[in-house]
């Protein structure tokens, strides 16, 4: 069974500049995340799909962060404009379902804002 | 609110075990993670524990919870060198599907 799949692998780009990040989750996997990974932390919760729908995107900064997922299998996350302090690694992750279902992340896109 | 606390480090010798602590808030939390992270990898589930268990065993992994504590640990017994990397602890607050993790622990494992 394939993993979560994340591209690019690696990005950098100037502040004030945009970029997107894509992810395919696992096949059947209804519930799709996004979390951002600031060097020396743990992973903080950007946005929760279920199916093509927004679940929790409480701490998504939405002034500048969107996502979306279209046909409620892959997804994209964009920032427009990036801040230095977006510098960060962005993980995808997928489950069954929201409950008690087991995520599986993908790789990560390592992004470097300058 | 919720948080989740980890010791920052951990040195141990090729053989050892190794003991990785946790302590998190939400009394709620119906599951309780382990992930490991290699350098430059995504997270690795490792294992997990429901909010009713007090342990469970997985070949080298041993899972401890105390719930009135709100503590959890992850043993490694006999731990190898690839077992050098980050580990992240993990709780899922409500059936919501979010999870909020420490900061998680980097163990060296020196031969």
């Known amino acids: 069974e394939a993993g979560v799949a994340q591209s690019p692998r690696y990005k950098i780009i100037e502040k004030r500049q945009s970029v997107a990040f894509w992810c395919n989750p696992i096949?059947?996997?209804?519930?799709l995340y996004w979390y951002q990974q600031i060097l020396g932390q743990g992973p903080k919760l950007l946005i929760q799909?279920?199916?093509?729908?927004?679940?929790?995107d409480s701490q998504l900064p939405k002034d500048r962060f969107s996502a979306e997922r279209l046909k409620g299998v892959d997804s994209t996350l964009k920032i427009q404009p990036a801040k230095l302090e977006d510098s960060a690694v962005y993980l995808c992750a997928s489950s069954l379902g929201p409950g008690g279902d087991t995520q599986y992340f993908g790789p990560g896109t390592r992004l470097t804002v300058l | 609110g919720e948080d989740v606390e980890q010791s920052l480090f951990l040195s141990v010798r090729e053989g050892d075990s190794s003991v990785i602590n946790c302590t998190y808030t939400d009394s709620s939390s119906t599951y309780l993670y382990w992930y490991k992270q290699e350098p430059g990898a995504g997270l690795q589930l490792l294992t997990y524990?429901?909010?009713?268990?007090d342990m469970k065993q997985d070949q080298r992994l041993t899972v401890l919870l105390n719930k009135k504590d709100k503590h959890l640990s992850l043993r490694i017994a006999d731990t190898q060198t690839g077992d050098s990397a980050i580990y992240f602890c993990?709780?899922?607050?409500?059936?919501?599907?979010?999870?909020?993790f420490g900061q998680g622990t980097e163990l060296s494992v020196k031969p």
């Open positions: 799909f279920q199916n093509n729908g927004v679940v929790d």
């Open positions: 096949s059947g996997h209804a519930t």
């Open positions: 993990a709780e899922r607050p409500n059936q919501g599907g979010k999870l909020i």
């Open positions: 524990i429901f909010s009713n268990m």
